[in-house]
């Protein structure tokens, strides 16, 4: 019997629920801003969205000065969820976000922001 690493597993698991969460936004996206809040969201256009977006990080950040951890929690899942509708209404892919992410991986981030400085 193969024993699973227990941190892959998981990571695989995060990675999964973002992929589902995006695919259900992909889903309602397309549905009426009656039924879906996402729909509704995505048919007030990307400033809008920006808009939430923006809101909601503001949200997080002064949630993060608390220590109310289930408060942090359920902040960053509403940043996610609408970070994840604002590249939906940009016409931006997870997968797009994901590939620049793991150009990153292995550098520093003190290197990676030198880098974007010289261009």
Not at 100 to 119: C, H, M, V
């Amino acid at each position: 019997m193969t024993q699973h690493d227990p941190n892959q597993v998981r990571n695989e698991h995060q990675v999964q629920v973002l992929a589902d969460l995006m695919n259900t936004i992909e889903q309602r996206s397309s549905q009426s801003g009656d039924t879906s809040y996402t729909a509704k969201l995505l048919a007030a256009g990307k400033d809008h969205c920006a808009k939430k977006f923006g809101e909601e990080a503001f949200e997080i950040a002064l949630a993060s000065v608390g220590s109310d951890k289930k408060h942090i929690v359920s902040e960053a899942g509403d940043v996610l969820y609408h970070l994840l509708v604002l590249l939906k209404s940009c016409d931006v892919n997870l997968s797009d976000v994901m590939t620049e992410l793991s150009k990153r991986t292995g550098q520093s981030g003190l290197q990676e922001k030198a880098s974007r400085a010289e261009k």
